[in-house]
């Protein structure tokens, strides 16, 4: 197998425009405008469409080329809105970028406005009509976007009211979030170094030295990390209490039964799948906590403190070049599937991945691909660490599964629920920690395995107990109407160790460790991510026992929104509302645990 050839580390965002002051991008809003208005004028003060399915087709078939079915924070719903977002990302602190992005948002918001009657009024039709659509012959292609339109149906209200709801989301809900982070991330104290030496750092810094290898300094990370969380504890308990408050009020406006139902909803789950999900992966708390007591051995100590939860166990020194991470993740994707290998080569030739780090670039890594209409494009900051290798193996399991959905789908059917969106890269992504196993000796693979356990620990059970504490969160707040802040960290320290046991110590200040989670105020998130390893989990074990069983694998990758996950797993064989499916991946994750208490044995780590 040849080498990939890199050709470029940066961005090339000429496919889209030739710079930030190119005049297509104002030509592009004014076609975009003009298109709209051209759609208003056809459809706004007839009933046509809700009544003959054949007019709705039309309707339909003219939405659909709009192709602006998603205009979120990263600007999709026009090329200019998700040139100006990618630009962003590349240079932060640039307010010319800043201001054309605002721009291009504030122009998106005004079409979705000036398009909200059009959904709004399909999904208030009788349910008689309703039947008549979905059975329709000519309408096969949309018939699941009208099936989630017209479920959704019942929690939405009229037109002017649902304006209202969007226009309030800012200052009820994200300027509140925004404050916090935003307080928290000026935050800087002096922290001590692996030298002896101290230097000021900010929060981010603090937090990425809690995983130090020298316990000084994680302690002294960890001090004020908790110094700084006690100093916002009570603007948290203003913001957390002003959005759950938020919350309950639209969710009694659209009716819904319970907190969590209208994650379920949008994410076309079924609630009573995400209830086996946590009764299965809350039965198997012991897991982790048998993990915590080998990590707690390993690391020679009698309890882990709270903040060591994530140190990592043993030297990961080997360093990986980006030509070399790239190519070992290339050797594994040809390994697996040829049109995989393809895609990732296809990336690199084009400039579709940003590589390296850079002054103004924002941190971690992604891969976005909102609309159909545009390309993928993969950020990284590649600092030729194992860590990065895998980083790698993730974003580009996102970017293959974006390129095998837009062969396949439409405007209204491209794209992931968030139940299933982490599925294709986490199944990437483990089968190149499996290659770098097999090329590593017993201390390296002891270091691996506790590594796997780590991120399976954190991503599957960690995040489910998380979700319970969101969920009492949400039912205490609603019973006795205000949460202090002491209230919420009792609540939350409960929830955090239940699941980890008696090896990881209760240490102070970890009651206001909620302060600083972001996903907990997206509410009720986390789910996927233990759905999505559990499922990919079971998806390689089926490949491992029969390497043909990777076209259904590409089957599920290429099926975008075109049905719910349940029936899309079904097709597959796959049965998700079935506990015995969850429990398969725990067991996966049991036996990699029993593997690595026997290594740990066999090398003399622990006594028998």
């Not at 932060?92 to 998106?108: E, G, M, S, T, W």
């Not at 090896?503 to 102070?508: C, D, M, T």
């Not at 429990?583 to 028998?608: D, F, Y």
Request: net charge neutral; charged share 30%.
């Amino acid at each position: 197998m040849s080498e990939l050839k890199i050709n470029h580390t940066e961005w090339n965002l000429k496919p889209l425009f030739e710079s930030d002051n190119d005049p297509k991008i104002e030509s592009e809003r004014k076609e975009i405008k003009s298109r709209v208005d051209n759609f208003v004028k056809n459809w706004r003060n007839t009933d046509s469409y809700l009544k003959d399915s054949l007019v709705l087709k039309k309707a339909l078939e003219e939405y659909e080329s709009l192709n602006l079915t998603s205009s979120g924070e990263d600007g999709s719903g026009s090329l200019g809105g998700y040139y100006f977002w990618l630009r962003t990302q590349q240079d932060q602190n640039n307010p010319a970028i800043k201001a054309k992005y605002n721009q291009a948002i504030d122009f998106l918001n005004k079409i979705d406005n000036e398009m909200r009657f059009f959904l709004l009024k399909l999904a208030k039709i009788p349910e008689d009509s309703q039947k008549k659509m979905l059975s329709h012959p000519g309408l096969k292609k949309y018939k699941h976007p009208l099936e989630k339109l017209f479920l959704i149906s019942k929690h939405m209200l009229n037109e002017e009211e649902e304006k209202i709801l969007s226009m309030k989301s800012r200052p009820s809900h994200e300027n509140w979030t925004k404050m916090t982070s935003g307080f928290l991330s000026k935050e800087e104290r002096p922290i001590l170094l692996e030298d002896g030496t101290k230097k000021v750092k900010n929060l981010s810094e603090i937090a990425s030295l809690l995983s130090n290898k020298n316990k000084k300094v994680r302690d002294h990370a960890a001090l004020a990390l908790n110094d700084i969380l006690k100093k916002h504890a009570e603007v948290a308990e203003a913001e957390i209490n002003s959005i759950l408050y938020n919350k309950k009020v639209d969710d009694e406006l659209r009716n819904f039964p319970s907190p969590d139902s209208a994650r379920h909803l949008t994410d076309d789950i079924d609630s009573k799948v995400i209830e086996t999900l946590i009764s299965s992966v809350s039965s198997r708390f012991d897991i982790a906590k048998r993990f915590y007591e080998l990590k707690a051995k390993l690391m020679g100590c009698k309890k882990l403190e709270y903040h060591e939860r994530n140190v990592p166990y043993g030297k990961l020194d080997k360093k990986y070049s980006f030509n070399e991470a790239i190519n070992l993740v290339y050797k594994v994707f040809s390994n697996l599937d040829k049109e995989f290998a393809d895609i990732l080569a296809k990336f690199i030739e084009n400039g579709q991945i940003d590589v390296f780090p850079k002054a103004g670039k924002r941190g971690g890594a992604f891969c976005t691909d909102s609309l159909i209409n545009q390309p993928t494009f993969i950020l990284l900051n590649h600092t030729e660490e194992l860590r990065d290798v895998l980083t790698i193996a993730h974003e580009l399991g996102h970017g293959i599964n974006a390129e095998l959905m837009r062969k396949k789908q439409n405007p209204l059917t491209y794209g992931m629920v968030l139940s299933t969106a982490e599925v294709a890269s986490t199944f990437m992504e483990d089968f190149v920690l499996q290659e770098l196993l097999k090329e590593a000796d017993e201390e390296t693979r002891l270091a691996l395995m506790m590594r796997q356990l780590d991120d399976n620990v954190s991503t599957i059970l960690r995040q489910i107990a998380c979700y319970k504490f969101e969920r009492e969160l949400h039912k205490e707040f609603r019973e006795r109407g205000y949460l202090s802040k002491e209230e919420i960290g009792k609540i939350f320290q409960e929830n955090m160790f239940a699941y980890m046991g008696d090896y990881v110590e209760k240490s102070p200040g970890s009651e206001n460790w909620w302060i600083q989670w972001p996903h907990i105020r997206n509410f009720f998130y986390v789910y996927s991510y233990s759905s999505g390893l559990l499922i990919s989990k079971a998806m390689q074990n089926q490949v491992k026992k029969d390497k043909k069983f990777i076209e259904k694998v590409k089957e599920f990758l290429s099926a975008g929104n075109s049905d719910s996950p349940k029936n899309i797993f079904l097709n597959l064989g796959i049965d998700i509302s079935d506990p015995k499916f969850w429990n398969s991946g725990l067991k996966e994750i049991e036996s990699l645990l029993n593997e690595t208490e026997v290594l740990a044995k066999k090398l003399g780590k622990i006594k028998n």
